[in-house]
């Protein structure tokens, strides 16, 4: 969802808009401070980024990207990897960690270091890349990410990984359907959100194009629109309970 989207949406006066939570009129305000804030961030991150994956060396691979602002990593994160790994028969998986997100002014306020630095201590495993390639790309959105990704990633199979939550509010982000059409995507299920994804527009939009569960290992070799709803054991992990029981992460 761009910002021009979100400023120009349409929204009621308790922040409800068909089922889905939306910024009030001061909330606006503070998102539009907010991009601002942003692009400082992403453009500190570019200059000062250590972790770029050399995408030359990856011919051949089947990679997942789970992108987000892991403010911070928890053990959601790990349940959900170990889950692509080998349901999708990935080689690698990156959890890219976004310079800031435009509709998280929360994540802004954290460095992208210290995230990079934390996510990096939550995860232990061979396949798994902690890498700050979308600081390096000065991308804010997921469409532009991508699009960067595919004209860098020639002979690699790219998976796009997301929570369920991510699709209910996916037809909200900016070029959503791009998306979908730019890459293969496993969804996860998250807790709580099931019957909304599944009713999701963006999962209406893109039925044809469901793939089963059971086809999953071969989605990598796919071509887009193509994506599979993987159900996987609830993890109940997430960066908002874990900020409220231990607060902020740059207080750790």
């Known amino acids: 969802m761009s910002l021009e989207q979100a400023t120009h949406c349409k929204y009621s006066r308790n922040g409800r808009m068909h089922g889905i939570e939306l910024p009030t009129a001061n909330a606006y305000r503070r998102l539009r401070a907010s991009f601002q804030e942003c692009r400082h961030t992403a453009d500190h991150a570019r200059e000062s980024a250590a972790r770029a994956p050399a995408l030359a060396d990856r011919r051949g691979l089947t990679i997942g990207v789970l992108g987000g602002s892991f403010n911070p990593a928890h053990g959601g994160h790990v349940h959900i ?120 527009v963006a999962a209406r939009t893109f039925e044809a194009s469901r793939m089963q569960q ?28 874990f900020r409220r029981v231990n607060g902020p992460l740059e207080h750790l």
């Open 81 to 200: 990897s170990m889950h692509a790994i080998k349901n999708l028969a990935l080689d690698e998986l990156w959890w890219m960690v976004s310079p800031c997100n435009p509709l998280k002014p929360l994540a802004a306020n954290v460095p992208v270091h210290t995230r990079l630095e934390r996510a990096a201590s939550t995860v232990s495993h061979p396949r798994i890349l902690v890498t700050d390639i979308e600081a390096r790309f000065g991308t804010m959105y997921t469409v532009d990410t991508l699009r960067k990704l595919s004209m860098r990633r020639s002979g690699i199979n790219v998976i796009w990984l997301m929570g369920s939550d991510c699709l209910v509010q996916m037809h909200l982000w900016k070029d959503w359907k791009r998306i979908f059409e730019a890459v293969p995507i496993c969804v996860f299920s998250r807790p709580g959100e099931l019957p909304r994804a599944r009713n999701s």
């Open 214 to 241: 059971s086809e999953a290992a071969r989605l990598g070799q796919m071509e887009p629109p193509a994506w599979v709803f993987a159900t996987i054991p609830l993890h109940a992990g997430s960066s908002t309970e």
